[in-house]
Nanobody, 122 residues
Framework: QVQLVESGGGLVQAGGSLRLSCAAS????????MGWFRQAPGKERESVAA????????TYTDSVKGRFTISRGNAKNTVYLQMNSLKPEDTAVYFC???????????????WGQGTQVTVSS
């Protein structure tokens, strides 16, 4: 069993930065691939970034490449999403997920946090 709690969201102006954190409980954290997804109002949940269980392989959706960086600290059971050069279109609720598959997908059968709101003003 894995429980996930996101933090670090907030309101930021366009061009600014935020760092999201996802703290995981459970002793098997290091065996899961981790991902960040986001969901804007009226839109489907989409993948933003993912990292494999070793922290070696990462993937990003095209719209965030070069701006966002995903990382994990297995000793701290935490995954991070550093978001730079934020744009209004990045506004969404951001969720982290822990999955045995890599890259993760939107399956509801996997572990998900409750989400953290990110709002980017123009």
């Amino acid at each position: 069993q894995v429980q996930l709690v996101e933090s670090g969201g907030g309101l930021v102006q366009a061009g600014g930065s935020l760092r999201l954190s996802c703290a995981a409980s459970g002793r098997t954290f290091s065996t899961y691939a981790m991902g960040w997804f986001r969901q804007a109002p009226g839109k489907e949940r989409e993948s933003v970034a993912a990292i494999d269980w070793r922290g070696v392989s990462t993937t990003y959706t095209d719209s965030v490449k070069g701006r966002f960086t995903i990382s994990r600290g297995n000793a701290k059971n935490t995954v991070y999403l550093q978001m730079n050069s934020l744009k209004p279109e990045d506004t969404a609720v951001y969720f982290c997920t822990a999955q045995t598959r890599y890259p993760p997908n939107v399956s509801k059968d996997e572990y998900w946090g409750q989400g953290t709101q990110v709002t980017v003003s123009s």
